[in-house]
């Protein structure tokens, strides 16, 4: 079983940057592909990006493309997610989660998750 724990979200401006965190306790994380999430009220949870097991490939979700960077450290057992240039509209609860297939997309692919960090970003 792995444990999965986001953080670093908070409150920003538009325009600013965040760094999320995804650590594990349990088991480590460098055998699994990881994905960052995120979710708002009354809307499916949806994919951001994603990296595989070895670091070497990444996914983005068309909206986030050239504003997020995935990346993982597996000597630290945490997966990062940098957001730039962040805009209203990315206010959500951002979760990460491990297990998938690296091509897998959905919620339903990923058996571990965490509890979810919330990100507001204002006008």
């Known amino acids: 079983q792995v444990q999965l724990v986001e953080s670093g979200g908070g409150l920003v401006q538009a325009g600013d940057s965040l760094k999320l965190s995804c650590t594990a306790s349990?088991?480590?994380?460098?055998?699994?592909?990881v994905a960052w999430f995120r979710q708002t009220p009354g809307k499916e949870r949806e994919s951001l990006a994603a990296i595989n097991w070895t670091g070497r490939n990444t996914y983005y979700a068309d909206f986030v493309k050239g504003r997020f960077t995935i990346s993982r450290d597996n000597a630290k057992n945490t997966v990062s997610l940098q957001m730039n240039s962040l805009k209203p509209e990315d206010t959500a609860v951002y979760y990460c989660?491990?297990?998938?297939?690296?091509?897998?997309?959905?919620?339903?692919?990923?058996?571990?998750w965490g509890q979810g960090t919330q990100v507001t970003v204002s006008s």
């Open positions: 349990g088991r480590t994380l460098s055998g699994y592909n």
């Open positions: 989660a491990a297990g998938g297939g690296f091509d897998s997309h959905t919620r339903l692919d990923y058996p571990y």
